[in-house]
């Protein structure tokens, strides 16, 4: 089955919508360019990936720019832009040397002063990078290829911090461009990637051209998520700018666009049955959804209250009435999700297949429950959420809790939740938010890990001994010592409820299959490797 551009304008009359077609659509009869892809996704409105911590900013970033050490498939930091580096004996002093054929597209040679530069000015904005800050005695270049980090003492998370692709990664800047304040966007579009932005051909808001940067020397080794060789097999990546999905959806059938990153889900079936397209999971640790409450007030200022909603969610029931088709949800146990190194399965005993009403029950009425109105926040642009807050008002409402929706755009639920006051005083209880599975393995940047009440996120969970366990990770020296501090972060975590988990989920992209050899990362869209028939 296909849909027409009849059935498109049939679909706008009878919904009201006015369907912008956009130019790739227009251009009718115009030949494929084997070595041109096209892709929709998203808009890029800002192009400075320190700045702004975006999904498209980032996947800007990750064209054009390199990092220094990068995430594999199974999240292990890898060298990048780093040819060689050590340690000094005490475990203060780190010394990298850039491996050779590092260039900018302006022609002139990457230096360890654009490294320096690049590392202060992210360190301004990312929490990772704000603690190595406070422990660095000096950030210096030693010669034009090396440099190195002096620390006042260990930081035993040095080389995963430098590799993170939680928020703003780090990305290499020109020593010019990261001279500024990390608030100030850089406006060039310089890289040392293995794709050139092509300026005389971007239309913010409607297309953004990447070239391929023939003069970039991949590593050597195999493509590995994030690290490995990043070569390139086309010459050309256009990310169009398609607001309506079923418009994306009718362009991928037709051939105009070759990829399409977030198809939705009740067309699915469509995309599934065209012979030429195919839907594959590329992020395939996906995203968990969740609920968070306002433990400021009441009834969710009690511990009670909130291991009440630990017992009360039907996790498969709320991934059904979010997502739909079973093939592409799961559980959720672990606080570090179900793909990190620190996935866990301490003290999970709360877990149960169709949730336990009946003692969530029981813990409202120990908490004291007297009929306050428990305020959920329902985002109606978001479809997936919005039902699950739905059902999550239904399941309360079974076990005698009051509870009462509040429907809003997102934005008007992002405004909102920033109130932590009472729902008399415009406050909130519930709302719910998602998170790539694969970001909830660093306890040091990760606003969910965190419980230090006003100072945290939304929400404001507090628990004392569970920050002193937390505190304790950046000097964790090994891998299994991390792995020991998750368990005992863990157990502290699910008694004093700082997050309820609603279950996890993957949906596919859908590109034509004459796309191949794409390389799957969570979270991200990275366009190396992938070549076109």
């Known amino acids: 089955m296909k849909i027409s551009r009849r059935d498109l304008v049939k679909l706008g009359l009878a919904t009201g919508t006015v369907l912008t077609i956009p130019s790739v659509l227009r251009a009718q009869g115009a030949p494929a360019d084997a ?7 998203g808009s890029l409105t800002v ?3 320190i700045f702004s911590s975006a999904g498209m900013a980032q996947n800007h970033g990750l064209a054009i720019y390199d990092m220094l050490f990068a995430p594999d498939s199974k999240l292990m930091p890898q060298p990048q832009m780093v040819g ?16 050779e054929g590092l260039g900018w597209h302006d022609g002139t040679p990457v230096t360890a002063a654009d490294c320096v530069a690049s590392i202060r000015r992210w ?5 990772g990078g704000q603690l190595l800050m406070e422990r660095a005695k000096d950030i210096s270049k030693k010669d034009e290829k090396t440099f190195t980090i002096a620390l006042t003492e260990p930081l035993g998370i040095l080389i995963e911090i430098l590799a993170t692709v939680s928020g703003s990664s780090l990305f290499i800047m020109r020593e010019q ?7 100030e966007q850089v406006t060039t579009n310089i890289g040392s990637g293995p794709f050139k932005f092509n300026e005389a051909l971007a239309r913010p808001g409607a297309s953004i051209t990447y070239d391929k940067n023939e003069n970039y020397v991949p590593r050597r080794e195999p493509p590995d998520g994030f690290a490995g060789g990043k070569i390139v097999n086309v010459d050309r990546v256009v990310w169009e700018v398609i607001v309506d999905k079923q418009t994306a959806v009718a362009a991928l059938q037709a051939g105009e666009i070759d990829y399409l990153g977030t198809p939705p889900v009740d067309l699915l079936p469509v995309l599934q049955s065209d012979p030429n397209v195919e839907l594959r999971v590329l992020d395939k640790s996906g995203h968990v959804l969740f609920l968070r409450m306002n433990c400021l007030q009441k009834p969710f200022d009690s511990v009670k209250a909130r291991q009440a909603m630990l ?3 039907d996790q498969e029931a709320m991934m059904r009435a979010a997502i739909g088709d079973p093939k592409y949800i799961r559980t959720v146990t672990s606080i570090f999700g179900s793909s990190t190194p620190y996935t866990n399965d301490e003290n999970t005993g709360w877990f149960k297949n169709g949730g336990d009403p009946e003692k969530a029950k029981q813990l409202f009425k120990e908490a004291g429950y007297a009929g306050e109105t428990v305020v959920i926040l329902q985002p109606t642009d978001w479809a997936e959420a919005s039902n699950a807050s739905q059902l999550l008002a239904t399941t ?5 809790v009051k509870a009462e929706l509040v429907p809003s755009d997102w934005g008007g639920l992002v405004a909102r939740r920033t109130n932590n006051g009472s729902v008399e005083n415009g406050g909130w209880s519930i709302f719910m938010s998602d998170w790539a599975d694969s970001l909830l393995g660093d306890p040091v940047g990760q606003p969910l890990l965190v419980a230090n009440g006003e100072k945290g996120w939304f929400g404001w969970p507090k628990n004392d001994e569970y920050e002193a366990v937390r505190a304790k990770w950046p000097d964790s020296a090994t891998f299994q010592e991390r792995q020991a501090l998750a368990r005992k972060m863990q157990r502290r975590y699910w008694d004093f409820v700082g997050t309820v988990l609603l279950g996890g989920f993957t ?5 034509r299959k004459t796309l191949t050899q794409l390389i799957g990362v969570p979270d991200h869209t990275v366009i190396w490797n992938m070549q076109k028939a």
């Open 396 to 400: 309360l409402r079974k076990i005698g």
């Open 123 to 127: 360190a301004q904005v990312h929490a």
């Open 47 to 49: 192009f400075d990936p």
């Open 177 to 183: 461009d990261a001279d500024r304040p990390a608030t």
């Open 84 to 99: 060689n580096w050590g340690v000094s004996d005490d475990n203060k002093t780190y010394t990298f040397e850039l491996r």
């Open 507 to 511: 949906l596919p992209i859908a590109h």
């Open 311 to 313: 017992h009360l969610v």
């Open 35 to 41: 070595r041109t892809v096209r892709m929709t996704q």
